[in-house]
């Protein structure tokens, strides 16, 4: 375990801004790309993780074209045949992989986005799916944020990126001094169920810290599959 990331997690732990809040999350997320704490847990797979991941976008009219009808919304039906348009990103998007061939693609398709988060989202959606072999969505929130009332969004950012070749859903929600982990199951286009732990407090200890980044690696490395069967444990 880093002692750098105890330390930095440790100086934010009683600042209870937003901002302070997502400095804390910044360093739980990127301390599993930048060091080598999530071994062994990862067996051989690298992490990424892609800030703002955009879920999709609204129509958007402008001078040049004042009746703009095209967008990347997500459309999701119920049993009822209702349906609901979801647009906008999730805070934090993490995937891992461990094929050196598509490491290796990945790594070269990122210089040619230019940050551009559309760009990223179209290569992601197009061609990540088949490279993923874990991914986690997480939502972060204010400190003083109560977790139960946010998991409304945070399943929908889920049902967003469910699809037939990835029905499982792994997500987090976090407060940054509160930590919730779940998992979405989209049984079909209108049948969905999802399971999730009750808010978990980050301790502000070692050992505290330590088992917030194990249940994270966990979340960020484990097969969806897999991890929607915890449940049942």
């Known amino acids: 375990m880093s002692d750098r990331v105890i330390k930095t997690l440790d100086d934010f732990w009683n600042i209870l801004s937003e901002e302070s809040s997502r400095l804390l999350i910044n360093e739980m997320e990127y301390s599993l790309v930048s060091t080598n704490i999530m071994e062994p847990h990862r067996l051989g797979q690298q992490q990424f993780c892609i800030p703002e991941y955009v879920l999709g976008t609204l129509p958007r009219a402008n001078a040049k074209n004042p009746t703009a009808k095209q967008g990347t919304a997500i459309t999701i039906k119920n049993n009822r045949q209702q349906e609901t348009r979801l647009s906008g990103s999730t805070d934090y998007f993490s995937f891992a992989m461990s094929d050196k061939g598509n490491i290796k693609l990945f790594k070269a398709a990122q210089t040619t986005w230019a940050g551009s988060n559309q760009e990223l989202y179209k290569h992601v959606a197009s061609v990540l799916s088949d490279m993923m072999e874990a991914f986690v969505i997480v939502e ?10 946010h998991i409304p969004q945070v399943v929908a950012e889920a049902i967003a990126l469910a699809s037939v070749k990835n029905p499982y859903v792994p997500f987090c929600l976090t407060s940054g001094t ?13 049948e969905r169920s999802f399971w999730r732990t009750t808010p978990i407090p980050l301790r502000p200890t070692k050992g505290g810290i330590l088992l917030m980044i194990t249940l994270l690696v966990t979340w960020a490395s484990t097969s969806p599959p897999d991890l929607y069967l915890i449940r049942d444990v």
Not at 140 to 149: C, T
């Open 178 to 190: 509160e930590w919730m982990f779940g998992v979405l199951h989209q049984h079909s286009t209108t």
């Open 140 to 149: 972060a929130k204010s400190p003083l944020a109560r977790l139960e009332s």
